[in-house]
Each structure stands twice: as structure tokens, then as C-alpha cells.
């Protein structure tokens, strides 16, 4: 496609429940991020995906919070348990190099409301 | 750890007034400067975006951010606003090792008539 979609664009679940995210990056691009955006904590990175190499957990918040990668393309953010403090929205980005120079495109957002 | 400081939360300028919007980064390194813009509802759109060379830079939309390394700063300008640059704005800093993006808390504009 065009640009990074990310799917569902809503999504509001009970807490204790568990939620998938999904994101679709730019064709071609072989490096995925994951970015969470909330009133208290503004933007924070969680994972990053590069190619087949193992991702960068070190931003992921506890471990409720897991991703994966399939076929070095689409990439599900799982969450467990949700807790009301998961309520945010949460950002895919990919980029063609995992570089610091390279620009990385944003998805719109899946915004995540847990009752 | 590098860390960005956006220091104004909200800004309100009337539509064909100048611009500037404040960033201070902190790493030890070359930094890799990024400007963001959200737009309600949107994802976030690259501005411009800082790597070496002239240490000002052009972007899309008539703005241009200058670094200036003594300062470790990275401020956001535009001569004349127009009403639908009213967005939120994200200063970031990339580094050179890891691909992850630290951002600030941004900035809200909003543009009077």
C-alpha cells in the first residue's frame, strides 16, 4: 500500500481482557516500530523489528506486552490482561534501513480504551 | 540515555505571524534531529529531519529548523503561519547505534484568524 496501516483504528476492551494490534508496514521496508503515545507519557518507543534479526524489546513496558513479525512484514502487538493504564494510542512506523538516517513513516494509530 | 526538551506546551500565534517552536536535545554523540507534525486524528508526518552538513535545514510546508550544537538545540521556524499548520509538533532524536526514536512532549499550535 500507499503508506503504514494499522488496524483497528478504535478499540475498547475490558480490563483484564487481551488485545491484538496490528500494523501493515510500507511495502519493501524491512524495518518495523512500535510506539505507544499517552497523556502522561507522551511518546514512548516499545519494539523495533529489523529484518530477521532479533527486535529491540527494551522499550516494551512489562511483559504483557509482546510483538511479533510474521514473514518480515506485518507485525501484531499483543497485549495481556489489559490494565486501564494501557489505554493510549499506539503507533507503527517502518523505514527502509534500520539507520538513524532513515526516515520512519508513521501508521494513524490504534487508539486502545480499557474500562 | 539522549532526551529531548520541547519547552512549550501550548503556543498561540495569529495566522501570517512568524513562528518558532523550541527544542533542546541531550546525548553525547552527533545527534539525528527530527521534526514531526500531528495533526488531530493523524499519525505523524515528517517535517524535516537533520543529519550532518548545513546546519540548516529545509522541510516541507515552508518550515526549516536550524541546529545549532553550542546550544544543543534544534528549533523550528516559519516566517508566515497559516491557519492549517495549527497541528501538534514533535521534536526527536535518533541515534546512531539504535534506530529508536526519543521524543519530546511536544507542542500544541494553535493559529487565530
Known amino acids: 500500500g500507499a503508506g503504514v496501516s494499522q488496524s483497528p483504528s478504535n478499540k475498547v476492551t475490558e480490563k483484564g481482557k487481551d488485545v491484538e494490534l496490528r500494523c501493515d508496514p510500507i511495502?519493501?521496508?524491512?524495518?518495523l516500530y512500535w510506539y505507544r503515545q499517552s497523556l502522561g507519557q507522551g511518546l514512548e518507543f516499545l519494539i523495533y523489528?529489523?529484518?530477521?534479526?532479533?527486535?529491540?524489546k527494551s522499550g516494551l513496558p512489562s511483559d504483557r506486552f509482546s510483538a511479533e513479525r510474521t514473514g518480515g512484514s506485518v507485525s501484531t502487538l499483543t497485549i495481556q490482561r489489559t490494565q486501564q493504564e494501557d489505554s493510549a494510542v499506539y503507533l507503527c512506523?517502518?523505514?527502509?534501513?534500520?539507520?538513524?538516517?532513515?526516515?520512519?513513516?508513521f501508521g494513524p494509530g490504534t487508539r486502545l480504551t480499557v474500562l | 540515555a539522549q532526551s529531548v526538551t520541547q519547552p512549550d506546551i501550548h503556543i498561540t500565534v495569529s495566522e501570517g505571524a512568524s513562528l518558532e517552536l523550541r527544542c533542546n536535545y541531550s546525548?553525547?554523540?552527533?545527534?539525528?534531529l527530527f521534526w514531526y507534525v500531528q495533526s488531530p486524528g493523524q499519525g505523524l508526518q515528517l517535517l524535516l529531519k537533520?543529519?550532518?552538513?548545513?546546519?540548516l535545514v529545509q522541510g516541507i510546508k515552508g518550515f526549516e529548523a536550524e541546529f545549532k550544537r553550542s546550544q544543543s538545540s534544534f528549533n523550528l521556524r516559519k516566517p508566515s503561519v497559516h491557519w492549517s499548520d495549527a497541528a501538534e509538533y514533535f521534536c526527536?532524536?535518533?541515534?546512531?547505534?539504535?534506530?529508536?526514536?526519543?521524543f519530546g512532549t511536544g507542542t500544541r499550535l494553535q493559529v487565530t484568524l
Open positions: 512506523a517502518s523505514s527502509s534501513l534500520a539507520a538513524s538516517t532513515d526516515t520512519q513513516y
Open positions: 511495502s519493501g521496508h524491512t524495518a
Open positions: 523489528f529489523q529484518g530477521n534479526s532479533a527486535p529491540d
Open positions: 546525548y553525547g554523540a552527533t545527534p539525528y
Open positions: 537533520y543529519f550532518s552538513g548545513d546546519t
Open positions: 526527536a532524536v535518533g541515534t546512531g547505534t539504535a534506530s529508536k526514536l526519543t
